[in-house]
């Protein structure tokens, strides 16, 4: 996706990838609260001992798209962020 030609609000939608470790959904939650979530937080397929989640957030513009970004990344355990 070029960014420069993105419109915001934008919604957004986020693929994240961790281990199985304990208290996962809870810390993704905490880092997207301070956020417009606008599809919850859902554990999506498990491999072994990755898990992918999903999560759809309203982004009011690129920095705050980077913020979202960045607060999930934070955490210990997430793998990716697509």
Known sequence: MDEANVEYPAECHLSVITDGR???EAA???ALSPYMVTA?????K???KYVA???SVTVGSRDELHAVDNAV?????VRMVL
Do not use: D, K, Q, Y
Not at 73 to 77: E, P, S, T, V, Y
């Open 46 to 48: 498990a491999s072994g």
């Open 53 to 55: 989640w999903r999560v």
């Open 40 to 44: 919850g937080l859902t554990a999506g």
């Open 22 to 24: 304990e208290g996962m």
């Open 28 to 30: 993704l939650g905490a």
């Open 73 to 77: 990344r934070c955490i210990a355990g």
